[in-house]
């Protein structure tokens, strides 16, 4: 399994192993949407297992409260520049719970398209109450062909 990141992410250059530092939203107040965008590569042999970590979130609130009840999305749309071969599904989601919260065994990755994602399944999607971060996962197949992925998402800390 293999973890590969988003132009939402920067290295660490003074590390002796590369890891990444995510570069997040910066959701402070209630009642703005606010969107990121992201660019992400799938390279040859992304394969069952193999996480792409598209967008971070820093929520800013561990818990709810009567001030605060996390951050909702508004949007999420995936682009794909081409079919990256071998019949690669993904699961959409986050990391925290909700694995597949915009898709599970998607074949998005298959051919050229969008995947502008049902305001339906947005709005039955969790509440983030805690750092996680939007990702892809592989769950069969293995690309053959490097292909660029893009989107964004438009998301807005809920007060009641």
Request: aromatic fraction near 8%; proline fraction near 6%; include cysteine.
């Amino acid at each position: 399994m293999a973890t590969y990141y988003s132009s939402n992410y920067k290295p660490l250059l003074t590390s002796a192993t590369t890891r990444y530092e995510p570069i997040p939203i910066p959701m402070e107040r209630a009642g703005i949407v606010y969107t990121a965008w992201f660019t992400a590569t799938i390279p040859v042999g992304f394969t069952t297992g193999d996480i792409m970590k598209l967008v971070p979130y820093q929520t800013a609130c561990q818990t709810a409260s009567p001030q605060i009840q996390g951050i909702r999305h508004q949007r999420v749309v995936l682009t794909n520049a081409g079919d990256v071969g071998g019949s690669v599904t993904a699961n959409f989601g986050f990391v925290t719970g909700s694995a597949t919260a915009y898709g599970a065994a998607l074949t998005t990755l298959q051919s050229a398209t969008t995947l502008d994602v049902a305001i339906a399944t947005i709005q039955a999607g969790p509440v983030l109450l805690v750092n996680d971060d939007l990702q892809l996962v592989a769950t069969a197949g293995t690309s053959t062909t490097l292909r660029v992925i893009t989107g964004f998402v438009q998301a807005f800390m809920q007060a009641p």
